[in-house]
């Protein structure tokens, strides 16, 4: 049975992600531990909260040069999207640079926000369908957001989504994949991301 | 674009789902955990849970059947009722709740909704509010379960909780809740238009067309409606055709 490591590093709600795995009667490890992580099958990097305070965290244990260098799957939920990015605003953060990707809140674009609110939160759908998370999946199914940063599309970008303005809510790039939604939370649709990255 | 979310509420005292008219004279609604799962399959955007217990059992209950209904629920799942401390918190996002709403221990402390944001992060901290109309026309906030009047103001202490950092307003009218007469719109729009952040609307719903005045009138972000579900006198999915019948834009 293929292990799959959730990275703890107590950034939010990973126990939605454990329960999800469970409902996929998937074998999963919550762990902090480079080792264990190195040597499961796949990883799922979530988290929510503060970009800032969640890379100091990743620095301490050592995981923000671990998991760069992770050969297997990755997934990364959300925060753990935008902490695999370049740069993040959200205290001025590096990220581990997996997609050369910049993230930015959505309020340094007020032009465009007009009326909208902010963080983007609640469902909404995803456009595109190259990339293997998505693949199956109908046009216009909707996930679930609870964000207020955004990255910007990149060449690594396979899905976007549309609040004032086109972001990536989907990423890919060799053995490294990342939605901004939750798909642990988006329902059927959700669910089916989350086969179809364990069905790597 | 965003969805118009429908959220059923699950009032739960001793494990048991129960509901009441204007608070009062609570009344059997059935298991939890099974509400939950039906309204996941019924298609429900999120799903609140109100706990209601006032006994010393009561938190280890409530962390029982928070594990319970999180194992089963792939949406978005609030957890509300007695909540005063970053310790409740935690133990509760720990137990699989995504989201915690605070009501009367935020109106005591406000600094409370400051610490839980910085803590959890503002996406996981809903501020609930229960509010009556004065006869002064000024619209009053009320804390235990609606029992306690306070001296705080619904408009001004909104906006201090989202000044301090509350990811989404839970509005509750008292003179609308189990009346099923419709929500308080005239007040949501003004909560909608002041604030940046989600308002739920709750309290008042009967039937589909209260919905939608909530998002026409109310400008509500999500609406929440408990015995109208759980009776089963208006399906979710019902409620959502009509909805999109009416060119609002909600998740089927």
Known sequence: MAIVAVVDYGAGNSRSVLYALQRLSVDAVFTADPDTIRRADKVIFPGVGNAGSAMKKLKNTGLDTVIPGLQQPVLGVCLGLQLMCRHTTEEDTRGMGIFDSGVTHFASQAERMSGLKIPHMGWNVVDGNKGHLLSGIPENSYFYFVHGYFAEVSRWTTGTTDYGLIFSSVMEKDNFFATQFHPEKSGDSGEAVLKNFLAL | ?252
């Open chain 2, 1 to 252: 674009m965003l969805t118009f979310r429908i959220i059923p509420c699950l009032d739960v005292r001793d494990g048991r789902t129960v509901k009441g008219v204007n608070f009062l004279n609570l009344a059997d609604a059935g298991d939890p955990v099974e509400l939950a799962a039906t309204y996941r399959d019924e298609g429900a955007d999120e799903l609140v849970f109100l706990d209601i217990t006032a006994t010393h059992e009561r938190r280890k209950t409530l962390l029982f059947l928070v594990k319970k209904v999180a194992e089963k629920l792939n949406i978005p799942f609030t957890v509300g009722g007695g909540i005063s401390t970053v310790e409740d918190v935690g133990a509760l996002l720990q137990a699989g709740a995504d989201k915690i709403s605070v009501n009367s221990a935020a109106v005591c402390s406000p600094e409370l909704i400051s610490e839980l944001a910085w803590h959890f992060g503002s996406q996981c901290v809903v501020v609930a509010v229960d509010a009556k109309k004065t006869s002064g026309g000024a619209w009053q906030v009320f804390t235990a379960g609606g029992r306690t009047p306070t001296d705080r103001e619904l408009f001004s202490w909104v906006r201090e909780a989202e000044e301090r950092g509350a990811g989404e307003i839970l509005f509750t009218s008292m003179d609308h809740d189990g009346t099923r007469k419709g929500y308080a719109n005239e007040a949501l729009a003004r909560i909608s238009e002041t604030l940046n952040i989600p308002v739920i609307a709750s309290g008042g719903a009967g039937k589909p067309e209260d919905f939608y005045n909530a998002w026409k009138k109310g400008k509500a972000d999500a609406a929440l409606a408990a015995g109208l579900f759980h009776y089963k006198e208006l399906s979710i999915n019902t409620l959502k055709e009509y909805l999109r019948s009416r060119n609002v834009p909600v998740r089927i």
